[in-house]
């Protein structure tokens, strides 16, 4: 208290320099730098739960299908493809989480921050706008994606089942799948006033793309009708980018995959940018 | 500091503030009063540059809000109506958060959180959630957060609505140092005390307009008398009393339980009121107050 009680008190208080030293070095980092700071200093507290839904999870599915119930599938089909079912299996469930991740870090989060915690509110209180505030958050979703595909691509090259230098690429790949889903999720969820789609959202889409896009079988697997379908999916896309890449297998039609997500990333961010401005600024 | 002409804000067809006019001057207090809905709110989101405005012009620090939202933010404190704390995080996290948005370095941010830690009375609770806290301190919590970046500028947006009377006059008590430590401050408040407390100068909203601006003893001056008499009658028996007195006051108001005189001289009135052989239950004779003002000039009756 004494730091203000000096009121009136002759060259004033410590704690109102009005300006000087504090605002020295302000606007050097960019807003939406600052805005994807806060989700990093967030996630220093949950990270412990997030590894275990983000990467124990598909490790598990790993070992139990891939190794165990792989075992099965070589010994009588001889792989997927030519190669070994988990080698088969691992980038699709790279792809897959990659998924998860973008659109659960999209849903929840994004809604809690304009609703619940009011976190967009807080950032837009100091200087950041709307558009630093939905960039921010899709940076850290995009680095946190980031984390989570290290340590999937050491975890399946400890299994064995890297097979090129190309799976180094499969990192921004991963990354990439992932904001695909994030960036029109967001736009959707900043729509929302209740978060019941979101249970919607996963019930018939990111469920259904999850085991159906060639995650664990290919899609060639499927009745005709379904494989259109299964081909159009972002996660499809996602799969057979990842794929190629850890098994080496890469070719022009990655260019393709990849340009198709870039495109979902463009349409999503760009749609974002309208609702979170209808939702935030009014 | 801030200078408004014409001022307008739109939702759809509702016009929200209807053409209005200020300008607050460096080191002043500056209230808006008004009930609810009647458009302080979005005032005060136009000049936190959070809110377009729909009509009119504005300069904040100078600056043009639509262009140079951010720079006028990164000098501005800004205490919304509803707290947006994050409640899973610590006090001390909070603040720490905040100071990052504005790009300060993490020494300094830590230097002023203490201080402004102290200066908030909760020092103690530093390194607690702040979900458990009361709601005065996270109301103290979000005034401390918007100084951490020494703002030339502090919006609060109804600062003490909802806190016991205990929280309140502690808030006030911060803010009125503030004052005296020549930060601006910017108030919305439907509560008449706070405006007196606290406002060097106001103006009275009322449907998007201006009612009223001055200081509060030009406020009082204009728009009531030096002195206010209540006189409580038995049920039913004051609008029989009520055409007698009216001569005794440059006004008077009956409402349901009470009568009220408006005047330079309570005690000759009510002595009057005697006189004339009228006994009432119950009276006093108090100075008017901003409240007296406000309710002339918005009304009585309920708006939402």
Avoid at chain 1, 215 to 228: A, C, K, M, N, R
Avoid at chain 2, 187 to 213: N, P, S, W
Wanted: hydrophobic share 45%.
């Amino acid at each position: 208290m004494t730091a203000v009680s000096g009121a009136g008190a002759p060259g004033g208080t410590t704690l109102f320099r009005h300006g000087e030293d504090v605002t020295a070095r302000r606007m050097a980092t960019p807003m939406w730098l600052r805005a994807a700071r806060y989700w990093g200093y967030q996630y220093k507290r949950t990270w412990r739960s997030s590894v275990v839904t983000s990467f124990l999870i598909p490790v598990l599915y790993l070992a139990a299908m891939g190794v165990a119930l792989g075992s099965l599938i070589d010994k009588h089909s001889h792989g997927v493809d030519g190669v070994t079912y988990v080698a088969y299996l691992a980038p699709g469930l790279l792809a897959g989480t990659c998924m998860q991740i973008g659109t659960n870090d999209a849903t929840y989060p994004v809604m809690g921050a304009i609703k619940w915690m009011r976190t967009y509110l807080a950032q837009l209180a100091a200087p950041l706008g709307v558009y630093d505030v939905l960039l921010g958050h899709l940076a850290w979703i995009a680095a946190r994606l980031a984390i989570v595909v290290s340590i999937y691509l050491a975890v399946m090259a400890a299994f064995g089942i890297v097979y090129s230098p190309w799976a180094l690429v499969a990192l921004p790949a991963g990354v990439l799948t992932g904001v695909a889903f994030a960036a029109p999720v967001a736009a959707f969820a900043a729509t929302q006033d209740k978060d019941s789609a979101f249970s919607t959202l996963y019930r018939f889409a990111i469920i259904p793309m999850f085991l159906f896009s060639g995650t664990f079988f290919p899609v060639s697997q499927l009745p005709e009708w379904l494989q259109v379908v299964a081909y159009a999916t972002p996660l499809y896309h996602g799969v057979t980018l990842c794929r190629d890449l850890t098994l080496g297998q890469v070719g022009w039609a990655d260019v393709g995959h990849a340009a198709y997500l870039c495109a979902l990333v463009a349409v999503g961010y760009a749609a974002a940018r309208r609702t979170f401005a209808r939702r935030l600024v009014v | 500091m801030v200078e408004a002409h014409g001022l307008v804000k739109r939702f759809g067809d509702f016009v929200a503030v209807d053409g209005v006019d200020f300008s607050i001057a460096r080191g002043e207090s500056f209230g808006f009063l008004g009930p609810n809905g009647a458009g302080k709110t979005s005032t005060m989101r136009m000049i936190s540059c959070i809110s377009p405005l729909s009509g009119g012009t504005l300069r904040v620090l100078g600056m043009d809000p639509l262009k140079d939202g951010a720079r006028i933010r990164a000098r501005m404190g800004l205490v919304p109506q509803e707290d947006s704390l994050d409640l899973e995080l610590t006090v001390l996290d909070n603040l720490m958060i905040y100071g990052r948005y504005f790009d300060m370095p993490k020494k300094v941010i830590r230097e002023r959180a203490e201080q402004l830690l102290d200066f908030a009375q909760l020092t103690e609770r530093a390194n607690d959630r702040v979900d458990p806290l009361s709601g005065g301190m996270k109301r103290r919590l979000t005034i401390a957060r918007a100084l951490i970046s020494d703002p030339d500028l502090l919006i609060l947006d109804e600062p003490t609505t909802g806190l016991d009377p205990q929280a309140r006059h502690l808030l006030w008590d911060r803010l009125y140092r503030l004052k005296q430590d020549g930060v601006t401050l910017v108030i919305t408040t439907h509560y008449m005390d706070e405006a007196e407390q606290l406002c060097d100068r106001l103006v009275v909203m009322d449907k998007g307009r201006f009612a009223a601006e001055g200081t509060p003893r030009q406020l009082i001056e204009a728009y009531a008398t030096k002195e206010v008499v209540e006189l409580r009658f038995a049920p039913g028996e004051h609008e029989d009393v009520a055409p007698s007195l009216v001569a005794l006051a440059e006004r008077q108001e009956v409402l349901p339980d009470r009568i009220l005189l408006y005047t330079d001289d309570g005690d000759a009135a009510l002595a009057e009121v005697a006189r004339m052989g009228h006994v009432a239950r119950s009276t006093l004779v108090r100075r008017s107050t901003l409240e007296d003002v406000f309710l002339r000039l918005t009304g009585r009756t309920l708006v939402d």
